[in-house]
C-alpha cells in the first residue's frame, strides 16, 4: 500500500487586499512547524506574483485558482498556465463549484484545463462534487463519474498520477451543513475505487482532498478517514491560525 502524503490547500477566492494576502502569507509560513504534510494557498491572479516571492524558500506552495483553458491567442481576461509558471505555481484549481454554477465552466473546459496545467507542470486539483438537489435525486455517483470521465476520455487515466482531485459537495459549501465524516468518506472511497477499477496503482497514489466546509472543529475527524488525504479550504483558509489548526490535526 502507497503511504501517500497529505495536503491542505487553501483557496482564497475573492478575498483581502495585497497587504493582508502577504501578511496572511507570512502568517502561515510562520507556523508550519515540522508538520510532514503538503500545504499550498490558490490565491488571486493578481496576487501571484507577490506572494512567489513570499514563499520562496519555505514549505508553503503557490497555486492559482483557474487556469486558462487554452495555451495562448485572444482570449482576453484569460490567465495560461505558461503565465503561471513564470511564478512558481505549482497548483491550479480546475472545475470549482463556483466556476461550473457562476461561469459557465464544463465538464469539456474542465479537463481542457486540467490538460493546459499538466503540460505546464502544474498539478491541476481537479474539483468534483454534487448540489443538493443532485443529492437528494441519488445522482452523486452519477455526477462523479460524468466529471471524471471528461478528464479520463481527453487525458487518460495516466494524467491522474500527477494529479489531485477535491471532492466538494456542493451542498456544504457555504450553508452550514457540513458532510459528515463517513459521508464524505463514502464519496471519496467511491472516487478512489472508481479511478481503481482503471489503475489501481493511479488509485492508490492520488491524493483525494475533502473541500466541503472543513474548519478547524471538524477538520481531524475527516482527515481521520482513509481515504481524505486532506482539504481544499475556503473560508478558514483566510486567517492564518485557522489554517493552521486544520493542517496541524493531519
Known amino acids: 500500500m502507497i503511504m501517500r502524503r497529505s495536503l491542505v490547500v487553501g483557496n482564497w477566492k475573492m478575498n483581502g487586499n495585497l497587504a493582508s494576502a502577504e501578511l496572511l502569507a507570512k502568517g502561515i509560513i510562520a507556523g508550519l512547524g515540522s508538520n510532514n504534510a503538503e500545504i499550498a494557498v490558490c490565491v488571486p491572479y493578481v496576487y501571484i506574483p507577490s506572494i512567489s516571492e513570499v514563499v520562496k524558500g519555505s514549505g508553503l506552495a503557490l497555486g492559482s485558482q483557474n487556469v486558462a483553458d487554452k495555451a495562448s491567442g485572444a482570449f482576453t481576461g484569460e490567465i495560461s498556465a505558461a503565465m503561471l509558471s513564470e511564478f512558481n505555481c505549482k497548483y491550479a484549481i480546475v472545475g470549482h463549484s463556483e466556476r ?3 461561469y459557465g465552466d ?3 473546459s474542465v479537463a481542457a484545463r486540467f490538460c493546459q496545467a499538466q503540460e505546464q507542470g502544474i498539478i491541476p486539483i481537479l474539483c468534483v462534487g454534487e448540489t443538493l438537489e443532485q443529492r437528494e435525486q441519488d445522482q452523486t455517483f ?3 463519474n460524468t466529471q471524471l470521465d471528461a478528464v479520463i476520455n481527453l487525458a487518460g487515466i495516466n494524467a491522474f498520477n ?4 477535491a471532492y466538494e459537495p456542493v451542498w456544504a459549501i457555504g450553508t452550514g451543513k457540513t458532510a459528515s465524516d463517513e459521508q464524505a468518506q463514502e464519496v ?3 472516487i478512489r475505487q472508481y479511478i481503481a477499477a482503471k489503475d489501481q496503482t493511479v488509485a492508490d497514489k492520488i491524493q483525494i482532498l475533502y473541500g466541503g466546509s472543513a474548519k478547524p472543529d471538524n477538520a481531524k475527524g475527516l482527515f481521520a478517514m482513509p481515504d481524505i ?3 481544499l479550504i475556503g473560508g478558514a483558509s483566510l486567517d492564518a491560525e485557522s489554517f493552521l489548526k486544520i493542517y496541524h490535526s493531519i
Open 100 to 102: 461550473r454554477s457562476y
Open 106 to 108: 464544463t465538464n469539456e
Open 142 to 144: 452519477d455526477v462523479i
Open 162 to 165: 500527477n494529479a489531485v482531485i
Open 188 to 190: 471519496h472511497r467511491y
Open 229 to 231: 488525504d486532506g482539504g
